[in-house]
């Protein structure tokens, strides 16, 4: 796979990298992202309750899109948001959990989180951890080529836009996310492609800048392993949707031996593609 180059003209600021460094006693970690939970696809709810209730994982790490749209911490008293932070709150009591924000759940803020015992995760981390070094990141700041998003991203991560949406009444929000996300839908529908891919030479330097030579990310919904550079090597997790045709789920593994893939508990293994 030939490299991605930036937009002409582009180049992204190099983010402050926060570390985290696991607990001695920790000896596996499972990452996922994308699950896009919401209420007309139970399966995926379902399957991520077994999981979190069955892992071996002293540590489950949510890198973004837990759910496929977040208007306000104020909307988790509704019927389904509260029942995901339920079985959030209930898994944080045998094992810790960890949360960072992706697109379509941004909006999660502190109230959600420590309600279910979850800690925030900045966009990227640096986790060290069963002797490795990974730099950890929702994904979407490195897809650099998709510039109509990046400069949307850049206008809604604004605490003023933030407070002017939070100010509008919840009905109103959950009608102006359900108009986006029917928007995104049908450019789906008519051919548009679902995300840019991350540029490689960003990542490359992220990578090197943090001293982390693997990078885990989502967003992508492509999952695989890739070789970006010499030594720098990126693993991209699964998308989820259990309701689809064939299933989509997959955990990425974090463990004294290395990184693996599995399916969640319960689940049978679905395929994944690994890009060359």
């Known amino acids: 796979m030939a490299p991605q180059q930036a937009p002409s003209g582009t180049r992204l600021?190099?983010?402050?990298?926060?570390?985290?460094?696991?607990?001695?006693d920790w000896r596996t970690i499972d990452f996922v992202s994308d699950l896009h939970l919401q209420a007309d696809r139970p399966r995926s709810v379902?399957?991520?309750?077994?999981?979190?209730?069955?892992?071996?994982?002293?540590?489950?790490?949510?890198?973004?899109?837990?759910f496929e749209v977040w208007v306000g911490d104020d909307a988790r008293h509704d019927p389904f948001e509260a029942r995901v932070g339920e079985l959030l709150k209930e898994a944080s009591a045998y094992r810790s959990l960890a949360f960072m924000a992706g697109n379509r759940d941004f909006l999660v803020g502190a109230a959600f989180l420590r309600e279910c015992g979850a800690m925030l995760l900045p966009d990227p981390t640096v986790l060290v951890a069963c002797g490795e070094r990974l730099l950890l990141s929702h994904g979407d700041l490195l897809c650099l080529e998709d510039e109509a998003y990046q400069r949307f991203r850049a206008e809604v991560r604004t605490e003023a836009w933030r407070d002017a949406f939070l100010a509008r009444p919840l009905a109103e929000r959950r009608a102006l996310a359900a108009r986006m996300r029917a928007a995104s839908a049908e450019h789906q529908r008519t051919g548009g492609e679902l995300w840019a891919d991350i540029d490689t030479a960003t990542a490359v330097r992220w990578m090197h800048e943090a001293a982390a030579p693997v990078l885990v990310h989502g967003h992508t919904h492509r999952p695989g392993d890739e070789t970006l550079a010499p030594g720098y090597l990126r693993a991209v997790l699964s998308d989820w949707d259990l309701d689809a045709d064939p299933p989509r789920a997959g955990v990425l593994r974090l463990g004294i031996g290395g990184l693996s893939r599995v399916a969640p508990s319960g689940?049978?293994?679905?395929?994944?593609?690994r890009p060359t």
């Not at 600021?13 to 001695?24: G, V």
């Open 267 to 273: 689940v049978p293994a679905t395929p994944h593609r």
């Open 13 to 24: 600021a190099l983010p402050q990298f926060w570390e985290f460094r696991a607990p001695a």
């Open 46 to 66: 379902e399957a991520l309750a077994a999981h979190l209730r069955h892992t071996p994982a002293d540590a489950v790490f949510i890198l973004g899109d837990l």
